[in-house]
C-alpha cells in the first residue's frame, strides 16, 4: 500500500515538474531546464514520449517471455500473463505514436513523415494487432495460446530490426538516424543534471506504474478463468 | 534429407497434375501489373517509386501463393497422415523447399514483366540486383512458410495471413526496398553492404526460429 502512495507522489511530482519548469538559456535555479538547439520549447515531451514507448518495448519483451514460458510448461497462467502484458502494450504503444506524432508536427513540421523510427513504432502496432486478430480467431484455449505464443516469438525476433537496426542506418528526421551529427539529447547529455533526474525518475515511475498495471491484469484474468470453470465457488 | 525431398517432389507432383498454383498465380501477377498500369494511366512515375511499387507487387503475389502449402493439407484433410509419416521437421524442410522453388520461379516472372511494362526500371547495377532478389526471395519464403503454418491452424485463413506476415516480413521488405533503389541508382557493393548485411542477417534469424518452433504448431 505504501508504494503505491510513493508511485502516485513520484508520478505526480514528475508530471508536475516534467510540464511547468521553464526552459531556459542559462540555467541557474535547480527548477530550471537548459535550451537544446533543436528542440527548444517542446522538449518536455520527451519525459512522456519516451517512456512510453520504452513501455511498449517491455510489454512485448514479457509476453515473448511469458509464451516462452508458456511453450515450455504448458501452464494457462502464463498465457493470461502474456494477454495482459499485450494489452497494455498495445495500449503503450498508441501512446508512443500520438505523443510521437504531436511531437513531430512541432519540431518536424508534419505529423507524419515515414521516418525509420516512426514507421518501427507503427510496425509495432501492426505486431499487436496481427497477435490479436490470431487470437480471436480460435476457438480451442490450448491451440490459441500455443499459437499466439509462436507468433509471439517469431515478431519478438524481428523486433530488434526495428528499433535498433533500422533508424540507426537509414536516414530519417529522429535523433540518432544515420544523417544525424549527434546521438540524441540523452546520450551527448546536452541535458543538464535535474533534467536527467526528472527523466530517469519518469522512466522508472512509468515502469513500476507498467507492473502494476500488469499484476491487476493478470490476475484479474486467472481469477476470471477459474471463475468461468467453477474453480472457486461462489458464495 | 531424402524424406523431405521426396515431401518435397509429392508436393511438386500434385501441382504440375493440377496446375492449381500456377496458373491462378500467373493470372495473379497479370491482373496486378494491368491495375497498376491503368492506375498510372499516361503518367510517367519516378525511378523510386517504381523500385518501390515493385515489391508491392512481390509482396501480395507472394500473400496470394504461399499458404497453399499447410492449408491445402488441412483442407484436404491430410495434415494428420503427413503427421504419422514424418518428423516436424522433415514436413517443414520439405514445404520451405516448395516454397522457395515457387517464390524464385513466382519473382523471377514478377521481374521480367516488370522490367518490360516499366521503363523506369532500369538496373544500373545489375550484379547488386541480383545479390538482393536471391537473398530477399530466400527471406520472404521463410518468413512466408512458418506463417502459413501458423495460420493453417488458426480459422480466418485467408484474411489471417497477410495481416500476420507484413509485420514479420517488414524489415525485410524495407531493406528490399531500398537495395533495390540503390540497383536502379547504380550504387556499389561497398555502399549496400550495410542492408545486404541486415538481409542476410534477417534470413537466417528467421530460419533458426521457424524450425525451433515448428513443433510446437504442428504437433495438436
Known amino acids: 500500500m505504501i508504494w503505491k502512495i510513493f508511485l502516485f507522489l513520484l508520478l505526480c511530482f514528475v508530471s508536475v515538474a516534467g510540464i511547468s519548469f521553464p526552459i531556459v538559456d542559462n540555467p541557474q ?12 520549447q517542446n522538449a518536455k515531451i520527451i519525459f512522456f514520449h519516451v517512456p512510453t514507448a520504452w513501455l511498449t518495448v517491455i510489454a512485448f519483451f514479457m509476453t515473448a517471455i511469458y509464451s516462452f514460458k508458456y511453450l515450455r510448461k504448458k501452464n494457462l497462467d502464463d498465457d493470461a500473463k502474456s494477454y495482459a502484458a499485450a494489452q497494455l502494450g498495445i495500449i503503450f504503444c498508441i501512446l508512443a505514436t500520438i505523443t510521437g506524432s504531436v ?13 525509420p523510427r516512426q514507421t518501427s513504432i507503427f510496425a509495432l502496432l501492426l505486431i499487436y494487432g496481427a497477435w490479436f486478430a490470431l487470437r480471436s480467431s480460435i476457438e480451442s484455449e490450448e491451440k490459441r495460446a500455443t499459437l499466439s505464443s509462436v507468433y509471439a516469438i517469431i515478431a519478438f525476433v524481428t523486433v530488434p530490426f526495428f528499433i535498433f537496426i533500422l533508424p540507426r542506418i537509414m536516414t530519417g528526421l529522429h535523433p540518432g538516424s544515420a544523417d544525424d551529427t549527434n546521438a540524441g539529447p540523452i546520450i551527448d547529455f546536452k541535458m543538464n543534471a535535474n533534467m536527467q533526474l526528472i527523466f530517469f525518475l519518469s522512466l522508472i515511475g512509468f515502469t513500476i506504474l507498467y507492473f502494476w498495471m500488469w499484476r491487476l491484469g493478470y490476475k484479474s484474468l486467472i481469477y476470471r478463468d477459474k471463475l468461468n470453470k467453477q474453480l472457486i465457488i461462489r458464495s | 534429407m531424402n524424406k523431405s525431398y521426396s515431401l518435397f517432389k509429392k508436393d511438386l507432383h500434385s501441382e504440375l497434375r493440377t496446375r492449381y498454383a500456377i496458373n491462378s498465380l500467373t493470372m495473379f501477377i497479370i491482373v496486378t501489373l494491368s491495375v497498376i498500369l491503368f492506375s498510372i494511366g499516361n503518367e510517367t512515375i519516378s525511378q523510386s517509386l517504381t523500385g518501390g511499387l515493385f515489391w508491392v507487387v512481390i509482396f501480395f503475389t507472394s500473400m496470394s501463393g504461399l499458404s497453399r502449402v499447410f492449408v491445402s493439407e488441412e483442407e484436404r484433410g491430410t495434415s494428420l497422415t503427413l503427421q504419422l509419416i514424418a518428423a516436424p521437421s522433415t514436413v517443414f524442410s520439405g514445404k520451405l523447399l516448395f516454397n522457395l522453388i515457387l ?5 523471377t516472372v514478377i521481374a521480367i514483366l516488370y522490367s518490360a511494362l516499366f521503363e523506369a526500371f532500369v538496373l544500373k547495377n545489375f550484379a547488386l540486383f541480383l545479390v538482393s532478389f536471391i537473398l530477399g526471395n530466400i527471406g520472404l519464403a521463410f518468413a512466408s512458410t512458418i506463417i502459413a503454418a501458423i495460420i493453417s491452424k488458426a480459422g480466418a485463413k485467408g484474411t489471417l495471413y497477410p495481416v500476420l506476415s507484413f509485420p514479420i516480413l517488414l524489415p525485410l521488405i524495407l531493406t528490399s526496398v531500398q537495395l533495390t533503389l540503390f540497383s536502379i541508382d547504380g550504387t556499389s557493393f561497398e555502399t549496400a553492404k550495410f542492408e545486404l548485411a541486415i538481409v542476410v542477417c534477417y534470413d537466417v534469424i528467421i530460419l533458426t526460429v521457424s524450425y525451433l518452433l515448428f513443433d510446437f504448431i504442428w504437433k495438436e
Do not use: Q
Not at chain 1, 29 to 40: R, V
Open chain 1, 29 to 40: 535555479a535547480w527548477y530550471e531546464f537548459p535550451f537544446i538547439k533543436g528542440l527548444e
Open chain 1, 103 to 115: 511531437w513531430a508536427k512541432f519540431a518536424w513540421g508534419a505529423f507524419w513523415s515515414w521516418d
Open chain 2, 103 to 107: 517464390v524464385f520461379a513466382m519473382n
